[in-house]
């Protein structure tokens, strides 16, 4: 049986947007790098979706790449994470605003 | 040859210098003061020298390395000459090796904004001439702030006149069109107006007229008087030089469009040039605001359209160029004497320093138009032809300066050499023979040029003719028509 | 070749003198006088081409097509060049004994040969831009020698007042060089006469305004003549030279020199002639109230040059140009008479403070009664013949009320001269009354300089032979007696021959015939002066008057009205309407517009990009959730466009 690409599509968009709401909501970094990988997955999976359909393999190669980037970018967040660890006992990302200006 | 040299010549001699020790004053002096000399003389006799071409850029359009004389360059270029020759005469003080190299930079630089005939080279020297009056204004003023305004103000026209030059050659193809028989409007309506408007905001700031021109009166009031001589004897004069030699020919249904935006700003130059000198407390400050009411006057000549007021008005930027330098050197040498500007407290200096109160006298009396000296001459011709071509009104208010001219020049003098003597200013000699020498050329030109402008105005009369006449290039000496 | 020797000399007398001065030293006068002198035979040599018809013309130079440049001797400058180098000559000679001892004795010998070229450039010119070199170069001089005690502030300030009023005139003359290149192309005077008939009457009148406004300005016409008075600032053979024989005439010698335009132009000639009646009767009127002796003579001269406007200005040019000469003989004769008078009292100029010098000073007397005849117009002596030719002029060209203003002046201007003979010359001595005695409460703004103010300058005195002053005076007596009758002859006289031809058919204002005989009419100016004498005669000259002089002197100096002491106000409504607000606006600029204003707006440019960069620093929370939430609207706001884009396309 064939399921239909529109529900991939939804599934996509509700993992995105529960992403989205982690990243937003939550102050662990922690917490937060996991809704970004949340995000990734579902663009992912919506380019996977979209190259089945339409029988287009960019989608595909998309996909590889985002995968690529979403491990560059753990590896360098968790870093960033477990230095800030070190800094203070107790992290809530509203804290970490060097940058402000 | 003969052009390249009076570009390059000044230029490699000046960076040379940096090479003496710091104490070699006289040494520097002598050798700057016989370069300038050497670049009038070959400028003199060689007033046919041809063109030097070199080719340069071929991407995005074509440009060349061209360098040459043209009808109203030529005086330009011996004006310069002379006044640097006195300028770096009258050098003293501590950095004298310096500004002596500095101001042969900017001779050489400035003879390159006068005799390019290429867009993107008088682009360039255009800029390369800033370098030399800023580095001496931040070398010698107390603050700093003269010489960024002086260097900003002149930046922001600087990058207009880029941009424009860069537009006009992507979209004419060639850059190398000043003097030649390029057709007026080869760039079409549309980017004609912006090129134009490019090039005549660049020009009006330096130039300057009101409201750009609050630069100068700081600049030069900052400035040793040796270097705002040269500044304001020539470097003024790129603006104006600019509109006769690059946009009248360019850009000739866009100056006529624009004529009575810069008629306005013409008169509120001259105006308003005028009543600031009426007041103004600082001598040297009396003479920028001078400068900015005789600067308006040309400006109108400029846009009169009318070939009599072109004529006056190349009479006039020599005329200012000489009156001008000579009156800065002769305060100069009033403020190194007495330490002080300030006309408030100078007086009486007449009976100890006639030959000072004589410098000084002429070229007031130039800059306020007395009949026989240079300044009158051109002024005549600007006015008169403005007539001519029917601009009645901004003849008629353009007479009121005059008056004021007068008044404003007279007080400069007698505030500073008429009156009884003032007890608390220093006793000092009257010029020096160097100081003399220096002034000497400058009160010649003055004289020289007033009797008989003759050579100036028929190497002027083709600047009004169609491009492809300017390359008779033929200087006659005043008609003599013998006597009896 | 000559020509050009009578024009150069004097220049090269300036420049020498001027460069060689220190050197020369008390040489300094005899060889400007000589060169001078030496200008002024070179002239009589000329006498023969220049009387002839057209005169003599020598090209010197181009500008461009129609502006050249040459020297024209011709019957009119003749009389003039004549006057300058001859008039001149007897100043030069009377100054080496007047300025002796001056510490700027060779400045000033090279000021008064500067003055001779450039008088010399005015008349001889060409044309008209030549005309208006000399019209500049005078003002100069005059500028130099009215400050040449430069140490002196009140010196300095009146030199300035006639410099820039002088400017206004040569304005007006630049105004009237526009109209007539612009219609004739060239400023040639045989271009533009040649052209007169082209010209439309509010074009001619134009032209004669700018052209008057520089005499006016120069000749010291209401409303430009305020300079007059300061002027006497500088030494006597300078008043007596340029502000009474020459430079104040130039006015004279332009409305002559253009009589062709004005002889075409109605309007102009009644302007004219209106201007210098009204000069004057209100000069004479302020000759009547001034107690220095050069400024009475400065009101005369005033009112005497507005005599000769009128005449030129009406059409008389004959009568006018003869007023002139006449005038330059006499009046200097009574300048450089006041100036013996003056060296004498060691610089006294109040003839308050004088009284009874004809004992003491009897040439002195002689040669002021001379002039003083001369200047009424007394039969015989030179100033009635030319009066008389220019009010009875005025009257036949149609011009009534002028000639009433004209013969009523007469009766004043004998009233006022013999004031101030009587009260010079007569009763006693006053010079040891106290100042305050004779109503003079504040020496220094009564423009009476305190003893021994410019004694620095002037002293010492004596040194010269006496005759180096008093022989020229007495050179010029004869003329000042007999140069007049030059015209007596009617039509067959030999100022009429000498100019037959030379001027255009007199204009008729209104063609009538006066109802004035040419004998009554002189009898009736004679009326007027003897009424002028009498009214003088009893007020200063009676014995009884005479006895309590100097109580009646009181009375007079205090009940002089304000308005005549402040001289009809002119200067304080200039300083008020035009010096004032000038200053004003220039300090305005100066002070507010260009530091706060204009740089204030350039200002606001680093300051707005400073405000901006507040503006978006707030954004940058450094909350990364925040930026997080940015993003998504971001995307959001995104997404809907190109829904909505999308939307709208596939519809």
């Not at chain 3, 200067?571 to 004032?580: C, E, G, K, M, N």
Request: charged content about 10%.
């Amino acid at each position: 049986m064939m399921v239909a690409p529109e529900n991939y599509v939804a599934l996509s968009a509700v993992l995105f947007f529960v992403g989205v709401v982690g990243v937003i909501v939550r102050r662990n970094p922690l917490i937060m790098l996991m809704s970004i990988e949340l995000l990734f997955n579902a663009a992912n999976l919506a380019l996977v979706t979209y190259a089945r359909a339409w029988a287009n393999n960019a989608g595909h190669i998309f996909a590889f790449l985002v995968i690529t980037v979403a491990a560059a970018e753990a590896a360098i967040g968790l870093a960033i994470v477990a230095v800030t660890f070190r800094r203070m006992p107790h992290v809530d990302v509203d804290d970490v605003a060097a940058l402000k200006g | 040859m003969t052009v390249t040299a009076l570009v390059l010549g000044p230029i490699v001699v000046g960076l040379a210098l940096y090479a003496l020790p710091r104490s070699a004053e006289s040494l520097a002096k002598i050798v700057a003061a016989v370069v300038a000399a050497l670049t009038f003389f070959l400028a003199i006799l060689d007033p046919h020298a041809s063109d030097a071409t070199l080719h340069w850029l071929a991407r995005p359009f074509t440009a060349a390395f061209h360098l040459g004389f043209g009808p109203l360059s030529y005086w330009i270029v011996i004006l310069l000459a002379v006044a640097t020759f006195s300028g770096v005469l009258a050098l003293s003080g501590p950095r004298t090796r310096n500004v002596a190299a500095q101001l042969l930079v900017l001779q050489g630089a400035m003879n390159g904004v006068f005799l390019a005939k290429d867009l993107l080279l008088f682009a360039l020297f255009w800029d390369l001439m800033l370098i030399p009056v800023f580095l001496v204004l931040i070398g010698t003023s107390n603050h700093a702030r003269p010489a960024w305004k002086y260097l900003i103000y002149n930046l922001v026209g600087g990058l207009a006149l880029l941009l424009a030059t860069a537009a006009y050659g992507v979209v004419a193809g060639t850059t190398d069109v000043i003097g030649s028989a390029v057709p007026a409007g080869a760039v079409g309506a549309t980017w004609g107006l912006w090129i134009f408007a490019g090039y005549a905001f660049a020009f009006l700031i330096k130039t300057p007229v009101f409201p750009l021109h609050t630069w100068m009166p700081d600049t030069y009031a900052e400035l040793p008087a040796p270097v705002v001589a040269v500044v304001s004897s020539v470097q003024s004069k790129a603006g104006l030089y600019g509109f006769l030699t690059i946009t009248l020919p360019l850009f000739g249904s866009e100056m006529e469009a624009a004529r009575p935006l810069m008629f306005a700003l013409g008169l509120a130059a001259l105006l308003y040039g005028a009543f600031a000198a009426l007041a103004e407390r600082d001598a040297k400050r009396v003479v920028a605001y001078s400068s900015l009411s005789h600067l308006g006057l040309i400006l109108l000549a400029v846009f009169s359209g009318q070939q009599l007021a072109y004529e006056g008005a190349a009479v006039y930027m020599i005329a200012h160029g000489f009156f001008s330098a000579a009156l800065f050197l002769a305060l100069g040498a009033v403020e190194q004497r007495e330490e002080t500007r300030d006309l408030t407290r100078l007086g009486g200096l007449m009976g100890r320093n006639p030959r000072l109160a004589g410098a000084l006298l002429l070229g007031s009396l130039a800059a306020l138009g007395l009949p026989g000296l240079a300044g009158f001459a051109g002024e005549i011709l600007i006015l008169t032809g403005l007539f001519k071509a029917g601009f009645v009104w901004p003849a008629v208010v353009a007479l009121l300066p005059i008056v004021l001219a007068s008044a404003y020049m007279l007080r400069l003098f007698q505030g500073i050499m008429n009156g009884p003597d003032v007890p608390d200013l220093p006793e000092r000699r009257d010029l020096t023979w160097a100081e003399g020498i220096a002034i000497a050329p400058l009160v010649a030109g003055l004289v020289w040029l007033g009797v008989s402008p003759g050579p100036v105005i028929s190497l002027a009369a083709t600047i009004g003719a169609p491009p492809a006449a300017t390359t008779s290039f033929v200087p006659e000496g005043s008609r003599v028509v013998g006597s009896r | 070749m000559i020509l050009e020797l009578v024009w150069f000399l004097p220049l090269l007398g300036g420049v020498l003198l001027w460069a060689f001065g220190p050197q020369l030293r008390s040489m300094a006068g005899p060889v400007g006088s000589a060169l001078v002198g030496v200008s002024f035979i070179a002239t009589c040599s000329m006498w023969q081409p220049a009387a002839s018809v057209g005169g003599y013309h020598v090209p010197l130079l181009d500008w461009l097509p129609g502006w050249s440049f040459g020297l024209q001797l011709d019957r009119l400058s003749l009389v003039w060049t004549l006057i300058i180098t001859g008039v001149g000559f007897l100043i030069h000679v009377y100054s080496i004994g007047y300025m002796d001892g001056d510490r700027a004795f060779a400045r000033f010998f090279a000021y008064l040969n500067f003055f001779v070229f450039a008088m010399l450039t005015l008349v001889l010119s060409d044309n008209f831009v030549g005309l208006l070199v000399g019209w500049g170069l005078v003002g100069l001089a005059s500028y130099f020698l009215i400050g040449f005690w430069f140490h002196k502030p009140s010196a300095v300030a009146a030199a300035r007042k006639a410099f820039v009023m002088n400017v206004v005139g040569d304005v007006g003359i630049m105004f009237a060089i526009f109209l007539i290149v612009a219609k004739v192309g060239a400023t040639g005077y045989a271009d533009a006469f040649g052209k007169v008939a082209s010209f439309s009457g509010q074009e001619l009148f134009l032209i004669c305004l700018g052209l008057f406004i520089g005499c006016a300005a120069k000749s010291a016409q209401v409303p430009l003549h305020t300079w007059l008075p300061d002027a006497m600032e500088g030494p006597t053979p300078v008043s007596a030279l340029i502000h009474a024989a020459t430079m104040v005439t130039a006015g004279v010698y332009l409305i002559a020199r253009c009589a062709p335009l004005w002889s075409a132009s109605a309007d102009a000639r009644n302007l004219v002639g209106v201007i210098g009646a009204l000069t004057a009767l209100l000069g004479a009127i302020l000759g009547c109230v001034q107690w220095d002796i050069k400024r009475i003579l400065a009101y005369s001269t005033m009112s005497q040059i507005g005599y000769m406007i009128m005449g030129v200005g009406v059409g008389a040019f004959e009568g006018g140009v003869l007023h002139f000469l006449t005038h330059a003989f006499f009046k200097a004769q009574l300048f450089l008479t006041s100036g013996i008078i003056i060296h004498a009292l060691h610089d006294e100029q109040d003839v308050r403070l004088m009284g009874g010098l004809r004992t003491r000073l009897p040439f002195a007397f002689v040669a002021m009664l001379v002039g003083v005849l001369a200047i009424c117009g007394v039969p015989g002596f030179s100033g009635f013949f030319s009066k008389d030719a220019i009010l009875y002029d005025t009257l036949l060209l149609g011009h009534p009320f002028l000639y009433a203003v004209g013969v009523v002046t007469a009766g004043i201007t004998a009233y006022y001269m013999f004031r101030m003979l009587f009260v010079t010359f007569f009763g006693s001595y006053r010079g040891d009354v106290d100042p305050s005695e004779l109503g003079i409460r504040h020496p220094e703004l009564a423009g009476i300089a305190p003893a021994g103010h410019h004694a620095e300058e002037e002293e010492p005195h004596g040194h010269a032979p006496a005759w180096l002053m008093s022989g020229p005076v007495a050179v010029l007596i004869p003329f000042s007696i007999l140069i007049g009758w030059l015209n007596f002859g009617g039509e067959n006289s030999a100022w009429a021959r000498f100019f037959n031809g030379f001027f255009p058919a007199p204009a008729l204002n209104v063609a009538t015939i006066p109802g004035l005989s040419e004998t009554y009419s002189t009898l009736l100016v004679l009326l007027c002066v003897i009424v002028g004498f009498a009214i003088a005669y009893v007020r200063y000259a009676l014995p009884p008057a005479l006895a309590d002089a100097v109580v009646r002197l009181r009375g007079e100096t205090i009940r002089t009205p304000a308005l005549l002491v402040n001289a009809y106000y002119f200067d304080a409504a200039y300083d008020y309407l035009l010096v004032r607000p000038a200053r004003a606006l220039g300090e305005w600029f100066d002070r507010v517009i260009d530091p706060l204003v204009i740089d204030g707006a350039v200002r606001e440019v680093p300051i707005s990009a400073q405000w901006l960069g507040h503006l978006f620093r707030s954004f940058q929370t450094g909350l990364v959730r925040a930026y997080a939430l940015t993003i998504v609207i971001g995307v959001v706001c995104f997404v809907a466009y190109y829904a909505f884009a999308f939307a709208g396309g596939a519809r």
